[in-house]
């Protein structure tokens, strides 16, 4: 397996995702077999060939710096699942 | 005790003065009611496509050559991930292996000495939300207005040795980004805001000592004091046999103590890739040329100038350069006035003493250029003694009152009609006989007690070179 069971934990830790047993199990094999596909991408030879930052052809893309109205704070906050004083209401961060 | 170097280095976060923010036309302006600033690009919505802000790449290659690095003519944007609530998107977009500008410097002063901080780069990437803490329900608030504000990140060398240092190169960046007109560099809003890394060795040890990380210090007391803390904190656990840990640090400013954060491990695993919403940003030599040609006087060029064109001590050069704010004012009043010295002496004088104490800007204070210029004129043209001058001028720092008419209306106008002086003088020698005695028998002395009692009669408005002058002939006539 190009990818280990330990891997997955870390992703998942990282994703704040906890996994089942088999949740772990199939990840590990399905994340493998990703990987082993883009894996075949190794086999091509890059020589002189430049890394790609962009898969379009393109460069520059800008906008003006102008200033327009925002949306209306309600349309915001409407998928939040919990909301106070004008803010989502998250569980408390600690630092 | 061994002796021990400290090893210290620099992020500095700028925001932007841009209008709107790095990928939509939300405002940027601080102070709003929360969540009255936000679209579905800057809260991260699915399915948006941000562009970016082509100012925020005009302002950031204005930083780069200002410090002089180089800029990059092929340069791109990547996501920068991890989970907190004060990044909807859950990546910060911001640049990994390709900044903006590479491998510049800074020079700065401390005591006299001059010295040479490197910059490692300064990339481009957006502002987090601000999270309020709920004291009632005990859960914490996310106000979005902030997200995707412009910012630079200016890193240094671990080039500084001590807390003068960084306070001096902190000292210099934001005169240099004001000057630019860049970032409005407000400490206490946050816009100007520093991380520092810092780590100590013992003298003559090669490796670097782990480092700690101490984020979001928005003071120059609070980057010293730090600084101090976290250096005596490091050997003090060194002597004790212990070792660093390498960890953030929280400074609380009002009890003066740094405390680890709870240590996160993963955190450092930001899994950058390159942001695919996002095109590559390109420059051409013309574009960077024309900015670098257009850009204002730089604080050291300025300097130089003042101690030619106004034959300024460069004691006074440097301090009136040293923020674009009294240097403006400077200029203004200068113009009116024609007495560079005399507004230089005020600048850094009393009016310097006063904005302290009322804890303002230059550009806040009721006084105007114009005001202050009238005020010297009115002591060059022998209207006002400079004595009284102090006077007028605090009025006019608390009323925003012009010179002249708080001369006018409190009746300051020196006396220099010589009758009337004479009067007063010849009332004051009569009345003190045994001062005149006193300067007869060789006590100079007494001169000084008796100009007093004349100056305090007319309540400090006579012309001191008159009364002199008279007094002296009366006395020895």
């Not at chain 2, 909807?88 to 800074?106: E, I, M, R, V, W």
């Not at chain 2, 709920?134 to 500084?160: K, Q």
């Not at chain 2, 704010?325 to 009116?336: L, M, R, T, V």
């Not at chain 2, 009152?401 to 006018?408: G, M, R, S, T, Y």
Request: aromatic share 6%; net charge negative.
């Amino acid at each position: 397996m190009s990818v280990s069971k330990e891997d997955v934990l870390h992703i998942a830790k990282l994703s704040k995702l906890n996994l089942t047993d088999e949740e772990l199990e199939m990840y590990t094999k399905d994340l493998s077999s990703i990987v082993d596909f883009a894996n075949q991408l190794s086999s091509i030879d890059v020589e002189g060939v430049k890394p790609t930052a962009h898969i379009l052809n393109i460069q520059n893309v800008f906008r003006k710096d102008v200033m327009q109205p925002s949306f209306d704070r309600e349309e915001i906050l409407k998928n939040a699942p919990s909301k106070d004083a004008g803010c989502i209401s998250v569980p408390k961060v600690v630092e | 005790m061994k002796d021990y170097e400290v090893i210290i280095g620099l992020e500095v976060h700028a925001e932007l003065s841009t209008n709107t923010k790095m990928y939509c036309n939300c405002s940027t302006s601080f102070g709003a009611d929360p969540n009255t600033h936000c679209c579905p690009i800057c809260t991260g919505m699915p399915g948006v496509l941000p562009v970016l802000n082509e100012k925020v790449v005009e302002y950031a290659v204005k930083a780069g050559l200002a410090t002089n690095c180089d800029i990059s003519r092929f340069s791109k944007q990547d996501r920068k991930n991890y989970f907190y609530p004060d990044l909807p998107k859950a990546y910060q977009t911001s640049q990994y292996d390709l900044p903006l500008c590479l491998g510049g410097h800074l020079d700065i002063n401390v005591n006299g000495e001059k010295k040479r901080i490197g910059i490692t780069r300064i990339h481009i990437e957006e502002d987090a939300g601000k999270l309020i803490h709920d004291a009632y329900t005990g859960d914490t608030l996310v106000d979005m207005n902030r997200c995707a504000v412009p910012l630079i990140e200016i890193v240094s060398e671990p080039d500084i040795r001590n807390a003068d240092e960084a306070v001096a190169y902190m000292q210099t960046l934001k005169s240099i980004l004001e000057y630019l007109n860049v970032c409005d560099c407000k400490m206490q809003e946050g816009s100007l805001r520093c991380d520092v890394n810092l780590s100590v060795r013992p003298v003559g040890q090669k490796e670097f000592g782990t480092r700690t990380e101490t984020k979001n210090l928005n003071s120059f007391k609070a980057i010293h004091n730090l600084i101090e803390f976290e250096t005596n904190r490091q050997i003090k656990v060194i002597e004790e046999g212990g070792k660093i840990k390498q960890e953030t640090i929280r400074w609380d400013d009002a009890k003066g103590i740094g405390y680890a954060m709870r240590a996160k491990e993963d955190a450092h695993d930001y899994r950058y890739f390159p942001e695919p919403d996002l095109a590559p940003i390109v420059l051409s030599d013309e574009y960077v040329n024309n900015i670098k040609d257009n850009l204002p006087e730089m604080p050291h060029i300025k300097k130089e100038r003042y101690m030619k064109e106004f034959s300024l001590p460069e004691y006074d050069a440097d301090i009136l350069t040293s923020s674009i704010k009294s240097a403006n004012f400077f200029e203004k009043a200068n113009d009116i006035c024609n007495n560079p010295k005399a507004v230089a002496n005020w600048i850094m004088g009393d009016f310097a003493r006063m904005l302290n104490e009322k804890e303002i800007e230059i550009d806040e204070s009721k006084v105007t250029p114009e005001n202050l210029a009238e005020l010297i004129n009115l002591i060059d043209k022998g209207t006002i003694s400079s004595k009284i001058a102090k006077q007028v001028f605090e009025d006019m720092f608390e009323s925003g009152e012009n010179a002249k008419e708080i001369v006018e209306k409190k009746g300051l106008v020196q006396m220099s009609d010589e009758g009337a002086i004479k009067e007063l003088v010849e009332k004051v020698v009569q009345a003190n006989p045994q001062s005149i005695a006193d300067y007869k028998a060789g006590k100079d002395k007494a001169i000084g007690f008796l100009v007093g009692q004349i100056m305090k009669e007319t309540k400090g408005k006579a012309n001191p070179q008159i009364v002199n002058k008279l007094l002296l002939e009366i006395i020895n006539k």
